[in-house]
């Protein structure tokens, strides 16, 4: 069942520029992952926060992690045409993983 | 290349056909699982598969067989497919902590599935 929910579903943004994007999940989580597809590619692991953790960095990815409000956001920095991708945030509870729909990221050159 | 492969990429099939897709993870991982991805739908889980014993089965129709011979390969069978099937199937692994909580999940390529 889907536990973590993306917003926006779609940001647009020109190169150079940050790109911010925000989960919300339901119920109590051991970590709290972040996802990038490429067009109908296989998923890419991009970060992973345990919940005892408030806020991870690489490179240029900043994740929080709000365990009273059950939500978390990504931050790519300086964004590149490259970055243009779908992004997932998972939530695990046990052995599964539980995924959003996504935000689709363009970068615009 | 992240370690975990999916054989074929791309397959068109009737709805009479019967057809196995194929993962492999070079990982050393003790658990593997099937998503399907439909456009603008979240991942849905599939099956899990658990030091090779099947732990989850998520209301998957009986047309979708999983088998899991050995923990480095996964298998998912398909026969009598309907259309509303064609989508991307992703296969994941990872290693399950003792506490048993997921991981970082590696995934295949994916096959994208047409039923026609």
């Known amino acids: 069942s889907q536990q973590g929910e993306e917003d926006p579903q779609a940001l647009s943004i020109q190169e150079g520029e940050n790109a911010t994007m925000n989960c919300s999940y339901k119920t109590s989580i051991n970590n709290l992952q972040w996802y990038r597809q490429n067009s109908g590619r296989g998923l890419v692991h991009l970060i992973l926060i345990r919940s005892n953790e408030r806020e991870k960095h690489s490179g240029r990815l900043r994740v929080t992690l709000d365990t009273s409000k059950k939500s978390s956001s990504l931050l790519i920095t300086a964004s590149r045409a490259a970055d243009t991708a779908s992004y997932f945030c998972?939530?695990?509870?046990?052995?599964?993983?539980?995924f959003g729909a996504g935000t689709t990221v363009t970068v615009r050159a | 290349e992240t370690g975990v492969t999916q054989t074929p990429r791309h397959l068109v099939m009737g709805m009479t056909n019967k057809k196995s897709l194929k993962c492999e993870q070079h990982l050393g991982h003790n658990a593997m699982y099937w998503y399907k991805q439909s456009a603008k739908k979240p991942l849905e889980l599939m099956f899990v598969?658990?030091?090779?014993?099947?732990?989850e089965n998520n209301s998957v129709p009986s047309r979708f067989s999983p088998e899991c011979p050995n923990s480095s390969h996964l298998f998912l069978h398909l026969h009598t497919l309907q259309p509303e099937d064609s989508a991307l199937y992703l296969c994941a692994s990872s290693q399950v902590s003792v506490a048993g909580s997921a991981e970082t999940q590696y995934f295949g390529p994916g096959t994208r599935l047409l039923v026609l």
């Open positions: 998972a939530t695990a509870n046990d052995y599964k993983l539980s």
């Open positions: 598969y658990n030091f090779k014993e099947q732990t």
